[in-house]
Each structure stands twice: as C-alpha cells, then as structure tokens.
C-alpha cells in the first residue's frame, strides 16, 4: 500500500535585562507564541504579556475592547528592555475602533517619521494576536497621522486628509532589477498564445519510455508528467528558518514546542507540496532548498566537468552583462538555437562525493528569445528522466527538477545533466541555455556577520539560499535586519525570477507556508489578506487556500488520529510583508497558515506525515481552481495511488497487476489510465508501459533474462496529471514458468508521527522537535532490501502487497514459502488482520506444495507482532501456535542481533540501526519459544565505548555567553562554531571573550543533555595560554544543585584533555541547595565556566568533542525463533530483517533462514494458476 507554551529561541545580549530577570543564579526565558507569519517574538516583552492576560473574553462590548487596544498599543510601541521602539518617541495610539469583523487602530506619530517593515509586522503580530484573532475579527486596519513639527498634537479624531495607512510610513525597498540582457543576444521572439499552450500540453499523450522515468519515493516523481498545471510556475516558500542576529549569533525564528518548530514544518510541508506540483505539470520553484542532502556540488558551464557537442565552440559565449550563474567571477552562460531535432548537447557529469538521493535544480537567465521548453535530461542508474523549463518564463534562480539516486564518483551515462537544444513541441523554438546545474543542497555558505550557521542549507532561512543562488542584494537584503531580509526576499525572488512572455497576472502563483500560533486555543487554517499593498485576486486565493484545506481535511481526518479543528474565519487580513508589494505586481499571493503548532492537536496533527500530504494535496487543488477561475484553466484533479499492487512471473515475462484508481469525495479524480514504471536497482524508476483505461488494471513484461530482478511500481493518470507511485513491488524472473517457491508479501503500510525523525533528539524538552523525512518514516520500497537478499540466496520469487492477499487476488497456496514483511505495523494499523491470519493458517495447513515434500514454509518478521498479537491479547492463540513464539518483553533502542551457537544463523551478526533511508526500530519484540520452537538469533548486549554527546558541529542549544545572568564579563564577548579550528567532525565550540570588568564566563547549554551520575566526562580544550581556568558545570536534576570540578588553568595552546569523574573527583556547588551530591542516576551537562585569572583582557579558545564512557550490557533475549521439526517450518524474527542496513549482513540472515526452512531453489516444471481474478 502506499501512504495516502513556545519558547523563543532568538536571545538578545542586554545584561540589564537578563539581570532583571535573574532568579537565584538561574535564568529562566519564555515568552509566549507570536502568530507565525512575521514580527520579532523579542517585542512579546513582559509588560506586554502582563497587558495580554486581561485581553477583554471573546464578546465582549467594543468600547472594552478600544480601550484595551490603545493600552495595548501604546505598550508595544515603546517597549522596555532594550528594544528599539516601534515607533519614534512621543507617538502615541489616539483611537481604535470596532466596526463589525474589522479593527481600526490610528496613532499619531511626529513629523517626518520612518519606521521599518520589521517594526511595522511586529506591531501587526501583537494587535492581530491579542486583539484581532480573540475578538475573531477577520481584519486589521492601522492609520497615523503626522503631529507639526514642533510636538505631538493629540486630537481625538484624525481627519481623514491627514491619516493615511501606517505601511505607508516605511521606505519603499530598492526595486526589483529587471532582466539584463546578453548585448550580443538576438531581438525576443514571438510568445506562444499561452490560451492555447496550456491545453496542448496538458493533453500530451506518453512521450516514451526514454522519456519518462520515476524518482525517490511513495510522494515524488523524477520525470514530469503532462498535467492540468503544465506551463505555469509556482513559486513558493516555507517560512522561517535559522537567521543570523547583527553579533552573528544564529537561531531558529520560532521556538521548540510539542515535538515541533515551525521552521521545519514549514520545511517539510514544502517538500510534500513541490512533488504534487511537479507530478501536475507544474514548473517546481522553491524558495528553500528541496530533499534533504548535505552534500552539494554546483557546476556552471566553465567547469572542466562540462562537455559541449558539437563542440563547446558551437555555443555562443554571453557577454558579461547578463545575469548568468557565476556572473561575479565572470563566468557567463553559453546558448545556441533549438532545432526540431538534437544537434547540440551540454552534459553536466557532476563527482558525487557520496551516494544517495540528490535533488537537482538547474539555473539559466529567461528572456524573451528562449524555446517555450528547454530539455532537461537527468540520466541516473534507471535510464533517463526529462524535464523541461520554459525560460522564456522562469530563470535568473535554482528551478528543481526532481530528485534522483547517484553512486558516489563519476559517471556520465548514470549520474549527469544533459541539456538539449531539441526544440519542444507542443511549443516555440528559441534558444537553449548551458549556464549551472546543482545536485544537492549542501551547508550553509554564508558567513552573516563573520559566522557560519553550522547547518545545512536547507535549514536556514530563506534569505541565504537566495543569497547563495546569487540573486542581488536588492532582493535577499532589502532590509536593515536578516530576520526582517526574508520576511520579503522570497516573493522578490519569486518577482526576480519571473519573465514576462504574455502569461499575464494570473500565469503564475505565489504561495507562502506557515503554521499559526494563538494561546494554544485556536485550530485550523487560514488564508492571509495584507493591508500593506492592493493585490488583485488576493482575497479569492486566500478562501481558496483556507477552504479547500479545511474541506478537504475534514473528509480525511476519519483516517487520523484526531478530527480537524475549523478557526472560523477562512480569511484574516493585515499587514503581512510576505504577501505585498515584494511580489512587484506580477502575480498574486498569500500565505496559508495551515494549523496552529501551539495547540496540542493540531501540533500532532501537523507531525503527521498523512496530514502533511492532505494539507499539500488541498493547496495543490486550490491553485487548480485559481487558475480556472482567472486564466481559464482546465478543472482536473490528479487521481491517488494505485492499490494492490502485485507481480508476478508468467510464461513469457510477468504479470503486473493492481486496483482500478476510483475518485474519492475529498477532490482526487479517477484514473483513465496507468503506467508501469521497472528498475533494476529499486532507486531511480523507467517507464515501461503505459495502460489506457480506468478498468486495465494489468500489463505484461516480456524480454526479461531468466535470473533478473524487475522492481515495479505503477501510477495512475488523467487529465490532471500523474499521481504519486505505488509502494514498489518485484520479482525473479524465472526461465518462463509460473509459481516460483517464494511469495514476497509487503505488509508494511503503517504511516504515522511516532516514526519521524527527532531533530535535536538530546534536547531538554521544548528544545527539540521532529522531522518528516518521507525515507526515514516508510519509504515503501522495502522490496528492494527483501528482493536483493533472495536473489542473492538463489531464490526464485513473486510480490504482493497484503492488501492483495486480502482480498484474494493473489493465493498463498501457491508457493512453498512466503516472506512477509510487517516491519513496524502495529496494533493500530492491525500487524496482521483477522483475513491475513486466515490465510496464513490456510497457507500452512495445505500441505506438501509442488516444489518439495517438506510442507510450507514462513519466514515472517516485525517488530510489533508479539505486542499486538499476544501481548495485546489480539491473536495470542495465534501468534504462539501458528508462529511458534511467545512474547518475552520489548527492547529498547537495541540495534543488534547474534545468531545462537550450533543454529542456522550461527555466526551472523546483524545490525538494524536507523540509517539514512531507514526507519528507527526504536522497539523491538523479545520473543520465547512456543510449541517446540528454538531459538535461532538473539540481541546482543549494548557494547561498551566512548558516547559523543556534544561534537561541537552545530550551535544547538548553545547560547550567547550574556544569556546567563552569571555571567558578568563584557557583552562583547560571543560563542559560535568554528569550522576550522577543531578536533573531530565538522566544528568546534569557539567562546570569544572579553572580560572588561567581569570575570565570569558562565557558557550556557540550554537543552542541558543528560549523562549517567557516575560518568566520567571529557571535553578537549584548545588553549590560548592565557592563565584563565575552565572547568564544567553539571546539573543535579532532582534539586537542581549545580557542581563544577576543579578546573583546568589554561596554560598551554593547542589541544588538551580535561576530565572529571563525577562520582568519585572533588567538586564545588556552583549554585542550588540540595544534599551536595548527585542524588538520582542521572546528571545534566549546565555550561562550560571561564573565569579570569590571567592578565589578558580578551581572548579566544575552543571547546571540542565532549564524551562519556560506557560499559557493555548483557543480552535482553531472544531476537528469532525457529521451528523446523514438523511438517511445516516457520521462522520469525522479532525485529524487521529488511531494517538491517548492510546488503552483506541481511543475505546472510536470508540465506541461513532459508537454509533452515528448506526452502526449493528450483522452479517446478507444471504451470498452476497463481493468481485468482
């Protein structure tokens, strides 16, 4: 089956504040959640969350609620602590007024005042917040009006010749620079009648099967489909993200809390949100980096790793003058004329410095004179993807052109770019551009304020990815701040990156991704509406975004695990710089804030990848209806995935089945037809065949060589474009005969938040949040570990999913051995049912089969069936009869098994930790005999070894040195990564000092990660030899006592090895009051102290590669049991065997098992009919 109270992480350095709110020696910051499109949570000051405690209940009379405006008002714009005022000394709020949905606040501000966008959407958060969305208003409206030079005039009412709308008062930022044309480019051609384009090539029949191929996973496509968004761009943005403050101090935006921060959801949500684009016809241009690889590699097309034919000579060489990639170290773009047929190619051949999943983007500058199409071709280990961009539209940025599997090193014919100069058709002919190509995102490059965020690029914001893509300065930094930078940078970009060819306003989109935030009470979405700037269509885009999202959820949300929650409103309006003047007019915008990550519910909700995926589909089919309502669009909705999915050999090739695609109530159309994609590593996908009709749910493969392994998903089709794969299924070719000896069953459908991705995992909580990569969750191509590791043992083999099982399409009696896979499907998602229990017992009650007289063999694995099964009272009967195993207990992050002595799988040892592409088997059942069973694997003990719990790689929790009030030495004085200077992997902690009068450093580490009370901790210290000490900080959770150790004089330079064994070396209590010892089994890491001994008044060290020690631990039980003494033979593991990440390891484990089981190498000689429908 395939899936279908906040606390502010941005500190500022004021000592008077932190002092001020010093308790005992310990500091304690949090601020309340902002709404999460814009504004500085730092102005959510105390007195203004003191005001907001007596914001008047919902209802109240509009004379309370006026009242309450003003004050509220007139503290948020003269705050304390520090903080620049929101508006010039002397201004003041003289009126607010109520008038049905809408709030009107005016103020009075002097003669000649400015104020900045950042101040204005900070002033909008706080009013929106405590008054706007507690009154369920829908609108905010803020005027001022200018007092005569020589004071502030107050007057009761403003007339309405001297107020004028408060955005108003912020300087307009620099224009957004129009194309720069080659001098020596030839005149624009004519554009296509766009009317026209759009359906031609929205009914685009199959280009072939070298033109199609499939990418990553059950959510994303390679090569792009024909669909109802062919020819249009949509541009769009996930909010926030980790920004440098003005001392180079890097954080998240919004804080950690309830397992998730907005920065990363708005992340992931794009990622769902970019593959239904692309697999709609849709040109993919994202404003945050798509996919999740560190690593990058960018070539522009000087690079030696660029070839041109006919030669690069037959290229015509740009002037300087152009925006190409490189342009600032005068590497310019190359072009030539498109022709009907390929007479020129540009192959980028990129060194993958490490194998996996690469999102792929390409960068060329759009003018009027580019073909309406350029090809792209991505050839990867399946054959090739193609792509095509319309420059003449989009360029001058990265467009993603999917993602794709590269092994690591060079090799053009599986792992390169090619750009062709074939002129497209349905299209225009024009010229072909050769500037830059990218595989992978890589790690922050920008070094704001002299340092490096230590992250990769995908997490910060957006404002740097378009700083690094090179756009100008004008766009990523029209601001005096980098917070207030990306407020606007990505609809410039999106304004910068757009061509005018004749599409009009409404031919291409902007769409901006938050989650919202108010006193954890509110649910559901809505659709942003600025004030600032008149954006035609805005306020139809924005119902479209909210309704459709919240339509479409509460028909889903039977499937959740908790009901959608409805806000009220579908629209809000007020002054939101994402969604204003930055879009330059060209094309309409808003923001959907789709839920509200301060509320429990929907924070769990939002952790749902099954969520995620409804929320990008619903924002898919909003842009659908859009387009249909202003640009005559086709109405088309691309179908789900096909279910029941199953291969199987026939005489001749194989059998490829699967259910008829039907429409569903909440939008999805059904299929009218249905391709079937191969491979032959279970990565990168082929088209194989394309199958017209809702009601051809088969296709045969022929002209496969006996032992080969086909790896087969299947989508499905219509008019609104391609649908997202169905899990992947495979099978052995065999020499044309049917019933192999082994039956492959994917029962693993389960799709949940408790499988996703912690980030931060040794966070304290609040600190910490989860992530959903789509591969680390279930990537529902397990095929690929299960097919591998019986090929390899000489099996010949058939797939199924179990929903196919199911429902009788497919008969186990037909083979001798069935290999089914439950990974982590649990009693939620029902391990295995009342049916599938049915037929295993039918399965193993039929007797000898056609390949041998030993009976029938099962090989079942999961690490969940004891506990739903028998410990959870579903099927103990069962579980302990037909399974032969009794549960015996759940491991806990135990990752390793060890075959039993004199057993079929002695001397295997197998490891199934989580690794890029696989999921944590976090638990796992410990298994007994039952019923004559052996025991056949069992876990091994936890090993000893040095535990790396702060490398020092990422700043983390890691704060500024002046966050402590402890701390007294200058505010001068900052803490950062350093990538240069270090001892092992990527960075080390750099503590700058600077003492004035202080002499105390107290290093503060705000997720304090926990460590055993009796550890022996060690951090490495590269010296200054300065004469200061340093020593540790632990923390004892039960009373809070902190101790330190005897310090370390710092009289050295270079690398040295500090120490303390807690249980057993001197200490001092630093703060607290307790019983002066650790008291409980675990100790938290406080800080690292500095203080000043030595005479220099400033200096630096590092701090690096923090460790404990741990002993070995014994065995918890038993991993496998084995039962081959009857006439029919079963082994079953208690942890998933495809979850084991070595090839090597796994076919081992496969080969014993079967070795054990007996199972028939052979293909018997009778056909019998293998499936029933």
């Given at each position: 089956m395939s899936f279908f109270s906040l606390t502010n992480h941005y500190l500022r350095s004021h000592g008077s504040l932190f002092a001020a709110m010093l308790t005992a020696s310990l500091l304690v910051l949090t601020p309340a959640p902002s709404l999460a499109d814009s504004g500085n949570d730092d102005y959510l000051t105390t007195p203004v969350l003191t005001l907001a405690e007596s914001t008047p209940a919902r209802g109240a009379a509009p004379g309370e609620v006026e009242s309450f405006t003003m004050a509220l008002a007139n503290q948020a714009i003269q705050p304390s602590e520090n903080l620049k005022p929101l508006l010039p000394a002397g201004s003041v709020c003289e009126s607010a007024t109520v008038d049905g949905k809408v709030l009107m606040v005016r103020f009075v501000v002097p003669a000649g005042t400015v104020m900045g966008d950042g101040e204005l959407e900070t002033l909008n958060m706080i009013l929106v917040r405590y008054v706007v969305m507690s009154q369920d208003l829908a609108e905010l409206r803020m005027e001022a009006r200018e007092a005569s030079p020589a004071g502030v005039a107050v007057r009761t009412t403003p007339t309405a010749a001297t107020a004028r709308p408060l955005h108003s008062f912020v300087p307009a930022p620099p224009p957004i620079p129009t194309p720069i044309p080659s001098s020596d480019e030839p005149a624009a051609t004519q554009a296509p009648d766009y009317s026209k384009l759009y359906k031609e090539l929205q009914k685009q029949t199959d280009p072939g099967a070298a033109n199609r191929a499939a990418g990553q996973n059950?959510?994303?496509?390679?090569?792009?489909?024909?669909?109802?968004?062919?020819?249009?761009t949509i541009f769009f943005s996930g909010g926030h993200g980790y920004t440098s403050d003005d001392a180079g101090s890097w954080a998240t935006q919004r804080g950690f809390s309830m397992g998730m921060n907005e920065d990363f959801g708005n992340l992931d949500q794009i990622n769902y949100f970019a593959s239904l684009v692309f697999n709609a016809g849709g040109t993919v241009v994202a404003m945050r980096p798509l996919g999740h690889q560190d690593n990058e590699v960018v070539l522009d097309n000087t690079s030696s790793d660029v070839t041109f034919t006919p030669s690069a000579a037959a290229w015509t060489l740009a002037s300087s003058s152009t925006d190409n990639y490189g342009n600032s170290t005068g590497n310019d773009m190359r072009y030539i004329s498109s022709q009907p047929t390929e007479t020129a190619t540009a192959t980028y051949a990129p060194n993958i410095p490490e194998a996996g999943w690469y999102p792929v983007y390409c960068f060329a500058n759009a003018s009027n004179n580019r073909c309406s199409g350029q090809l792209y071709r991505i050839k990867h280990s399946a054959g090739e993807s193609q792509v095509r961009v319309n420059h003449r539209r989009v360029g001058r940025g990265w467009v993603w052109l999917g993602n794709y599997y590269f092994a690591a090193g060079k090799n053009s014919a599986t792992g390169s770019v090619v750009i062709s100069n074939v002129t497209p058709s349905p299209g225009t002919a024009g010229f072909v551009i050769a500037d830059a190509?990218?595989?992978?995102?890589?790690?922050?490059?920008?070094?704001?304020?002299?340092?490096?965020?230590?992250?990769?690029?995908?997490?910060?914001?957006?404002?740097?990815?378009?700083?690094?893509?090179?756009?100008?300065?004008?766009?990523?930094?029209?601001?005096?701040?980098?917070i207030n930078d990306n407020v606007s940078a990505p609809p410039r970009m999106a304004a910068y990156m757009q061509q005018d060819d004749g599409q009009g306003y409404n031919g291409d989109i902007y769409l901006g991704y938050h989650s919202n935030a108010y006193l954890g009470t509110s649910r559901g979405s809505v659709g942003l509406i600025t004030s600032a700037a008149t954006v035609t269509n805005q306020a139809t885009w924005a119902a479209l975004c909210s309704d459709t999202l919240d339509t479409m959820a509460n028909i889903e949300d039977a499937n959740w695990e908790f009901t959608w929650g409805a806000y009220g409103n579908s629209t809000l309006t007020a002054s939101y710089g994402e969604i204003g003047s930055g879009l330059n007019g060209q094309m309409c915008g808003t923001i959907i804030e789709v839920a509200f990550h301060d509320n429990l519910t929907d924070a769990k909700l939002m952790r749902d990848p099954k969520v995620r995926y409804v929320i990008a589909r619903s924002q898919l089919h909003a842009a659908i209806k859009y387009f249909n309502q202003f640009d005559g669009g086709a109405i088309a909705y691309p179908s789900e995935p096909p279910q029941r999915v199953r291969v199987t050999n026939l005489a001749g090739g194989m059998r490829v089945a699967w259910a008829p695609v039907a429409a569903t109530s909440a939008g999805p159309q059904a299929a009218t037809g249905y391709r079937v994609y191969t491979s032959t590593d279970g990565r990168n996908f082929i088209l194989a065949q394309s199958v017209a009709g809702y009601s051809n749910t088969q296709a045969v493969l022929t002209g496969i060589p006996q032992g080969e392994v086909k790896y087969v998903r299947v989508t499905a089709t219509n008019a609104g474009g391609e649908s997202s794969p169905s899990n992947v299924v495979a099978a052995r070719a065999t020499d044309g005969k049917t019933n192999p000896p082994v039956l492959i069953v994917d029962g693993y459908d389960r799709l949940d938040r408790f499988n996703n991705v912690p980030r931060f995992p040794a966070n304290s909580e609040d600190t910490w949040c989860e992530r959903l990569f789509p591969r680390r969750n279930n990537s529902y191509d397990y095929a690929r570990e299960a097919a591998s590791s019986i090929a390899a043992a000489g099996r010949y083999f058939d797939m199924s999913s179990n929903e196919s099982i199911i429902a009788g399409d497919v008969s186990l009696t037909n083979y001798e051995t069935v290999v089914w896979m439950t990974g982590e499907e649990d009693a939620a998602n029902q391990t295995l049912d009342a049916t599938e229990r049915s037929r295993i017992e039918s399965f193993l009650a039929a007797g000898n089969s056609s390949h041998n007289s030993q009976g029938r063999k099962l090989f079942i694995s999961g690490s969940n069936l004891a506990a739903h099964l028998d410990t959870g009272g579903a099927a103990a009967t069962f579980y302990n009869g037909q399974l032969r195993a009794d549960a015996a207990g759940r491991t806990t992050s135990n990752y390793s098994a060890t075959g039993s002595a004199g057993g079929a799988l002695a001397g295997v040892n197998v490891t199934f930790a989580p690794g890029p592409e696989t999921y944590d088997v976090e638990a796992a059942d410990i298994l007994a005999t039952s019923g004559g069973s052996t025991v056949l694997m069992s876990y091994s003990g936890t090993p000893g070894g040095t535990f790396s719990f702060e490398p020092f790689d990422a700043i983390g929790s890691w704060v500024d040195p002046n966050f402590s009030g402890s701390t007294n030495a200058d505010l001068a004085s900052t803490f950062n990564i350093n990538t240069s200077v270090k001892r092992q992997g990527s960075g080390s902690g750099e503590l700058y000092y600077v003492w004035g009068t202080g002499n105390l450093i107290r290093e503060y580490s705000g997720n304090r990660p926990s460590l055993p009370s009796d550890a022996v901790l060690s951090v490495w210290v590269y010296g200054d030899n300065s004469g200061n000490n340093i020593s540790f900080g632990v923390r004892d959770p039960d009373d809070g006592e902190i101790f330190e150790n005897l310090p370390m004089t710092i009289n050295f330079t270079g690398w040295r090895q500090m120490t303390w064994n807690l249980a057993s070396d001197p200490r001092t209590r630093f703060a607290g009051a307790g019983d002066n010892t650790f008291t409980g089994a675990t100790a938290q890491l406080d800080a690292i102290m500095l203080r000043k001994v030595g005479a220099a008044a400033s200096g630096t060290i590092y701090v690096d590669d923090m460790t404990y020690p741990t002993a070995p631990g014994v065995s918890p039980g038993?991993?496998?049991?084995?039962?081959?003494?009857?006439?029919?033979?079963?082994?079953?593991?208690?942890?998933p065997f495809e979850a084991i990440t070595s090839d090597s390891q796994r076919n081992l484990l496969v080969n014993g098992a079967f070795n054990s089981l007996g199972t028939s190498y052979n293909v018997p000689v009778s056909l019998s009919a293998f499936e029933v429908e």
């Open positions: 059950s959510i994303a496509t390679g090569s792009q489909p024909a669909g109802v968004l062919s020819g249009r190509i990218r595989f992978g995102n890589g790690i922050g490059s920008i070094a704001e304020h002299s340092t490096l965020s230590g992250y990769e690029r995908e997490a910060e914001c957006a404002r740097y990815w378009l700083q690094a893509s090179e756009a100008p300065s004008s766009v990523y930094d029209p601001s005096t701040t980098d038993p991993a496998a049991v084995s039962y081959t003494s009857g006439a029919n033979r079963v082994v079953t593991f208690g942890f």
